[in-house]
C-alpha cells in the first residue's frame, strides 16, 4: 500500500472505529472513566438521565459515627453560624458582643491602659508563613497599639519563607513535632520543640515600623533540671528553666533582633519571641496538613502552665481544609467526635481567654465538570459551628465570607489571582483580604461592645 | 437516556474562546477525517486540492482565533501583492521602499497587538504620562506568520525567490493548518514549491508521520499537561510556599513542561504535515543534550533562532561589523542593566556602574584576548538578537531578561571557548567531560526559565530564594510521598530525552512494514492513555500566547 492511502485508510478507518466505540458507549451505557473523558461524541449529547447519587467513600470506620446530639440551648441559635462576616456566639440578639471578655482587654488598650493582650491563632498551612496573621496583626496593632510579630519557632518542617521575620539558623538543630512517630516530648503549640547541640538561630522583626519603641525578646523553652548557660547575641547568659514551661526575657531594647547558641541538647527549646511591652499581639501556631486534633497528644498540666506562664487572650481556632482530603467526603461526623475533646481541653486549660473557632476556607477539587467546590464543604462548616456551639465558644464563617460556595475557583481564575491555582489555597493577596476580613469582624463585635459599655456606663 | 443535541452539535462549529481548536480536540478528529478524506480524492487536481486546503486551514483558524481569520487574508493580500511589485521593479530605490511598506505593514500589525500597551506602560512610568491601557486581545499565531510573511519578501527582495504567482499559494503558505497557530516558522522557499507535487509519500513517511504525531501527543497531552496541573503551577504560583527541594524540583519540571510542550506540539504539526506530502525542517533536537549554550541554540526553537539569524543577525553586522542598530540596542541593554541594577536591586550607584562595566567587559574580552575588534560587534550583535528573541515571546520585562541572560552566556561561552580551548581539548570527548558539560548548561538554561515562568520579577526572585536559602534534604521523604508519580513523570521524560536521535529514526525503519492494525491499536491505547490523564480543563499550550 502506498503511503498516501496508508495514511487514508488509517485515519479513515481509526476514526470509524472511535465514533463507534464512542456512539455505543453512550447507547449500551457502558462507561470507562479512561474512555469516558475522551468520548468523541460527548460534547453533543444531553445526558437526560437522573444523576446517579454521589456515593460516599467510606474508607475509614469513623465515617460511621452518628451525627452529634446538638442540646437546643433557650435563646441561641446555631442557625446564626451561616452568616457570612459575623463572630457569633450563637446568642439570637446579634446586638450583643460575642466575646465579650476579650473586648474588655481590647477596650482597656484602647483607652489608654498599659497591658499586653495577646492572641494565639492556629491553623494549617492556610496560615503558614504568617500570611493572613500578617494582616490582622498590622490592622490590630494599628488600632489598638503595640509592637513585634509575636512567636516564631526556631525552624520549621516546610518552607518558613515568612516576610515579617528575618531569620537565619545552623543545619543541626534536632526537631521533633506531631509528624514524628511515638513523640513524647512536650510539643509546644506550634507543635514543635527543637534541641540544639551547638546550634543557633538569628532573628529580626521586620514587622516593626516604630524605631523608639521597645522590644521585649524572650526565650521559650522546656524544663532543665538546674541553670544553665545559653549565649544570647553571643555573650553568655545563665537562665533557671524550672517550670515544665518557661518564657525568659532576656533583653528589653531598642535592638529588634535576636541570637540565640544553645550547647546542650537536654533543653527543649521551642522558639523566640518579640514582642513590645504593652500593646496587642499575635502569634502565628501554623503547621502543615493538621486538622487540628494534634492536640490531643499536649497534656493538661501543660498546656495550663503555658497558660500561666505566656497568657493568652484569645484562641483562635482555624482549621478544616485537611479533613476536606477527598473530594466525595460528605459525612464529617468522626471529626466532630475527635474534635470535640480536643476544643474543650484547649478552653478548659485557657480558662482566661475566649476560644474562637474559625471555619475552613473554601477549597475545590476536580470533578467531571471542572473545578469546584467540595462536595462536602458545607457540612464540615455546620460541624465546626456545631463543636463551637457545644463548647459554648464563638465562630466566625470564614467560607462564607470569602463568598461561599466555589468562591476559591473565582480566587484562583481573577485577574490577579488570589489564590493559587491548587484550588486550595489563597495567594498573599487573597490571605491578606481574608485577614482583612476577619479583622472587620472584630471590630464588628468590638462596635458592639463599645455601644453596650456606653449605655451601661455613660460616662466612660 | 442520552439525547442527540442539535443545539450543541451546531455550536461545535463556531468558535469558542474558552476552548479554542487545538489537535487534541475531539472537533479535530473529525475535521482532520473530513480534511484527509477530501484531500485525498481531489489528490489530483492541484487547484482544487489547493482551494479545499486553503478553506480548511482558514476554517481551522477560524476555530481557533475567531475573526482574527480576517488579518490571515489580509496580511496575505498585502503580502502576496508586495512581494510580486518587489519583484517585478527594476528600480532599487522604489524597491527598497517597497520592502520598507511590507516591513513597516508586517511589524506594525505585530507591535498594535503585541507591544502596544508594554510601551504605554513605559512612558506612564518613565514619562509620567497617562495614558490608558487599551483593551487588546492578542490574535493567536500572529508572532509566527509576521514572522513568516517578513522572510517572504525579504527573500524576494534579495532576488533568492521568485514570488508565488497564484494567490491561492501564498495563503496556503501563511495559513498551512498544521503550523499556523504555534509554528514552527516556515520559510516560503521551502514550503511553496511543495505545494502543486503530486500527493505521493513513501511508507516511511507515513511512519515518520504517526511517530511525530503520537509521541508529540504524548509529550504534550501526558507528560506536559501532568506535570503542569499537578506539580509545576502550584510551585510557581507561590513559590514562598514551597522548601527549596520542591523548589528546585518545579525548575527541573518546567524545563520538561515547556520542552514537551512546544516540541510536542511542533512534533504533532511535522507529523501532519508529513502525511500531507510536506516536509517542514525539524524545530528541537533534544535541546537538553547540549554541551554549551551555543549549541543550546542550535537545538531549540530552530525556526526562530535561524530565522533571527537570517533575517536581523546577518543584516545587522553579524559576524562582520557593527551598525547603527548594534550599538543602539547594545547601548539600551546597558543603560537598561545600569536602571535595573539602581532600581531594582537597590545597588548604589557606584557598584551598579561596577557591574555594568563588568558586563561590558564580559562582551569585550572575547576580542581582546583575539586582538580582533570586529568580536565586540559580533557579540554585540549576539546580544541584540537574543534581546529582541526574548521580546518576541511577549511584552514583558521577564522575556528581556531572559534573552538579556542567554545573550550574556553566549559572550561567556566564547570566552570560556578562547581561554580553555587548548587546556580541554584533549578531555573534550571524553564522557565526564561531556557529561558536566550537559549539566552545567541544562542547569543554566534552567535558571533562566525562572524568569521566563515566574508571574514576575518578584515571583523569580522568591524562587531562587527558597532554593538557595531554604533548602533541605530533610524534607525529600514527605515531598517524595507527595509527589513520587509527577517525579516518576519527570524520570521517564529525562530518559526519554536522553535518547539519541539516530537511534530513534534506526527503530523506527523496523516498524515501517508493521500492519495497519497495529498502528490502530497503538492510536487507541494512545487515546486510553489521554483518557486516563485528562484533566478536566484543557490545558492550553504555552506558546499559544507568544
Not at chain 1, 152 to 166: D, E, G, H, Y
Not at chain 1, 181 to 191: E, H, P, R
Not at chain 2, 88 to 105: G, P, V
Not at chain 2, 270 to 275: D, E, N
Request: aromatic share 18%; glycine share 6%.
Amino acid at each position: 500500500m502506498k503511503g498516501s492511502r496508508r495514511v487514508l485508510f488509517f485515519v479513515g478507518s481509526s476514526f470509524i472505529i472511535y465514533l463507534l466505540i464512542s456512539l455505543l458507549s453512550y447507547i449500551t451505557g457502558f462507561t470507562w472513566a479512561p474512555f469516558k473523558k475522551v468520548n468523541l461524541v460527548s460534547d453533543i449529547i444531553k445526558n437526560n438521565s437522573p444523576t446517579k447519587k454521589d456515593t460516599l467513600v467510606i474508607a475509614d470506620t469513623l465515617a460511621n459515627t452518628p451525627s452529634p446530639e446538638i442540646i437546643a440551648k433557650t435563646n441561641y441559635n446555631l442557625q446564626l453560624y451561616k452568616q457570612a462576616h459575623l463572630i457569633t456566639n450563637f446568642n439570637i440578639d446579634t446586638t450583643k458582643p460575642a466575646l465579650a471578655v476579650f473586648l474588655q482587654k481590647l477596650h482597656d488598650l484602647k483607652t489608654g491602659k498599659k497591658r499586653k493582650v495577646r492572641i494565639a491563632y492556629f491553623g494549617d498551612s492556610m496560615i503558614e508563613g504568617d500570611l493572613l496573621t500578617k494582616t490582622l496583626r498590622e490592622l490590630l496593632q494599628k488600632e489598638f497599639g503595640g509592637d513585634g510579630v509575636g512567636f516564631v519557632p526556631i525552624t520549621s518542617l516546610a518552607s518558613q519563607f515568612r516576610q515579617t521575620v528575618n531569620s537565619s539558623y545552623s543545619n543541626g538543630w534536632d526537631r521533633e513535632s506531631f509528624k514524628t512517630d511515638g513523640i513524647k516530648n512536650q510539643l509546644f503549640l506550634s507543635g514543635y520543640l527543637f534541641r540544639g547541640h551547638g546550634d543557633w538561630v538569628q532573628m529580626k522583626d521586620e514587622t516593626i515600623i516604630d524605631s523608639a519603641v521597645l522590644i521585649e525578646k524572650s526565650l521559650l523553652c522546656g524544663f532543665y533540671d538546674k541553670p544553665i548557660t545559653i549565649k544570647i547575641n553571643d555573650a553568655d547568659v545563665v537562665i533557671n528553666p524550672n517550670k515544665i514551661f518557661n518564657r525568659i526575657v532576656t533583653s528589653t531594647d531598642l535592638e529588634r533582633s535576636m541570637k540565640l547558641f544553645v550547647a546542650d541538647d537536654k533543653l527543649p527549646v521551642y522558639g523566640l519571641s518579640f514582642e513590645s511591652e504593652s500593646g496587642i499581639m499575635v502569634d502565628n501556631f501554623s503547621f502543615r496538613g493538621i486538622s487540628g486534633v494534634e492536640f490531643s497528644k499536649i497534656d493538661s498540666s501543660f498546656l495550663s502552665t503555658i497558660a500561666e506562664e505566656n497568657p493568652y487572650d484569645l484562641i483562635v481556632f482555624q482549621y478544616g481544609v485537611n479533613v476536606l482530603f477527598r473530594p466525595n467526603d460528605m459525612n464529617f461526623n468522626w471529626y466532630a467526635h475527635i474534635l470535640k475533646p480536643v476544643a474543650k481541653k484547649i478552653r478548659t486549660c485557657f480558662h482566661s481567654a475566649d476560644f474562637l473557632m474559625v471555619s475552613t476556607a473554601d477549597r475545590a477539587f476536580k470533578y467531571d465538570t471542572g473545578y469546584a467546590s467540595a462536595k462536602g464543604i458545607d457540612s464540615l462548616v455546620r460541624i465546626q459551628a456545631s463543636i463551637a456551639y457545644e463548647i459554648g465558644a464563638t465562630f466566625y464563617n470564614q467560607y462564607q465570607s470569602m463568598g461561599g460556595r466555589n468562591s476559591i475557583v473565582d480566587w484562583a481564575n481573577q485577574t490577579p489571582a488570589l489564590a493559587n491555582k491548587d484550588y486550595v489555597h489563597p495567594n498573599s493577596k487573597g490571605a491578606a483580604i481574608l485577614g482583612k476580613y476577619f479583622f472587620e469582624a472584630l471590630m464588628n463585635d468590638y462596635r458592639k461592645f463599645t455601644n453596650q459599655s456606653v449605655k451601661i456606663a455613660p460616662n466612660y | 437516556m442520552p439525547t442527540f443535541d442539535l443545539h450543541l452539535f451546531v455550536q461545535q462549529f463556531i468558535y469558542d474562546p474558552k476552548n479554542p481548536l487545538l489537535f487534541n480536540n475531539g472537533f479535530f478528529v473529525c475535521f482532520f477525517t473530513l480534511f484527509i478524506c477530501l484531500y485525498y480524492s481531489f489528490r489530483n487536481n492541484f487547484i482544487v486540492r489547493r482551494y479545499i486546503f486553503c478553506l480548511f486551514s482558514l476554517y481551522f483558524f477560524y476555530k481557533a482565533s475567531g475573526y482574527f481569520v480576517g488579518l490571515v487574508i489580509i496580511s496575505a493580500m498585502f503580502n502576496y501583492f508586495v512581494s510580486n511589485a518587489i519583484y517585478r521593479q527594476q528600480n532599487k530605490r522604489t524597491k527598497m521602499l517597497l520592502l520598507l511598506l511590507s516591513i513597516f505593514f508586517n511589524v506594525g500589525i505585530l507591535f498594535y497587538f503585541k507591544y502596544t500597551n508594554f510601551f504605554i506602560s513605559i512612558s506612564n512610568s518613565l514619562f509620567t504620562t497617562h495614558f490608558s491601557t487599551l483593551n487588546i486581545l492578542l490574535p493567536i499565531g500572529i508572532s509566527f506568520f509576521t514572522f513568516e510573511n517578513l522572510s517572504y519578501t525579504i527573500d524576494v527582495y534579495r532576488d533568492e525567490f521568485k514570488p508565488a504567482s497564484k494567490f491561492s499559494d501564498y495563503l496556503l503558505f501563511l495559513s498551512f493548518f498544521p503550523k499556523l497557530v504555534m509554528g514552527p516558522i516556515v520559510r516560503a522557499h521551502d514550503f511553496i514549491p511543495q505545494i502543486n507535487l503530486p500527493f505521493t509519500i513513501s511508507d516511511k513517511d507515513f511512519t515518520k508521520g504517526f511517530y511525530l504525531i503520537i509521541s508529540g501527543l504524548i509529550k504534550k497531552l501526558i507528560i506536559s499537561d501532568y506535570l503542569t496541573v499537578n506539580f509545576v503551577n502550584y510551585i510557581f504560583d507561590d513559590p514562598s510556599r514551597y522548601t527549596g527541594l520542591e523548589n528546585l524540583f518545579a525548575v527541573y519540571g518546567y524545563a520538561i513542561v515547556i520542552y514537551c510542550d512546544f516540541s510536542g506540539y511542533s512534533d504533532i504539526a511535522l507529523g501532519i504535515a508529513r502525511w500531507l506530502g510536506f516536509t517542514i525542517p525539524p524545530n528541537f533536537l533534544s535541546p537538553y543534550q547540549s554541551k554549551n549554550i551555543t549549541e543550546f541554540w542550535r537545538r531549540w526553537h530552530i525556526s526562530l533562532s535561524s530565522w533571527l539569524r537570517d533575517y536581523l543577525y546577518f543584516p545587522i553586522g553579524g559576524n562582520r561589523k557593527g551598525t547603527v542598530a548594534t550599538y543602539f540596542f547594545a547601548t539600551l541593554f546597558f543603560a537598561g542593566s545600569f536602571f535595573a541594577e539602581v532600581k531594582f536591586l537597590q545597588l548604589s550607584y557606584f557598584v551598579s556602574t561596577a557591574i555594568t562595566l563588568g558586563l561590558l567587559l564580559l562582551f569585550m574580552l572575547p576580542s581582546i584576548i583575539e586582538k580582533n575588534k570586529k568580536g565586540v560587534a559580533t557579540n554585540l550583535n549576539l546580544l541584540t538578537i537574543m534581546l529582541l528573541g526574548g521580546f518576541w515571546h511577549g511584552a514583558n520585562w521577564n522575556f528581556i531578561l531572559w534573552g538579556a541572560l542567554h545573550g550574556i552566556a553566549l559572550a561567556v561561552h566564547k570566552i570560556w571557548m578562547l581561554l580553555t580551548g587548548k587546556i580541554v581539548s584533549n578531555v573534550k570527548i571524553s564522557w565526564w567531560y561531556k557529561a558536566i558539560m550537559v549539566t552545567v548548561t541544562f542547569h543554566f538554561v534552567c535558571f533562566t526559565w525562572i524568569f521566563f515562568k515566574a508571574a514576575d520579577f518578584a515571583t523569580a526572585t522568591t524562587m531562587l530564594h527558597q532554593i538557595l536559602h531554604d533548602f533541605s534534604f530533610d524534607v525529600w521523604g514527605a515531598f517524595y510521598k507527595n509527589y513520587s508519580p509527577v517525579l516518576a513523570m519527570m524520570l521517564i521524560a529525562f530518559l526519554l530525552h536522553a535518547i539519541p536521535d539516530s537511534l530513534a529514526d534506526k527503530v523506527l525503519e523496523r516498524f515501517t512494514k508493521m500492519p495497519m492494525v497495529a498502528y490502530v491499536a497503538v492510536f487507541f491505547m494512545f487515546v486510553v492513555l489521554y483518557g486516563f490523564f485528562k484533566s478536566a480543563e484543557p490545558v492550553l499550550p504555552i506558546y499559544l500566547q507568544f
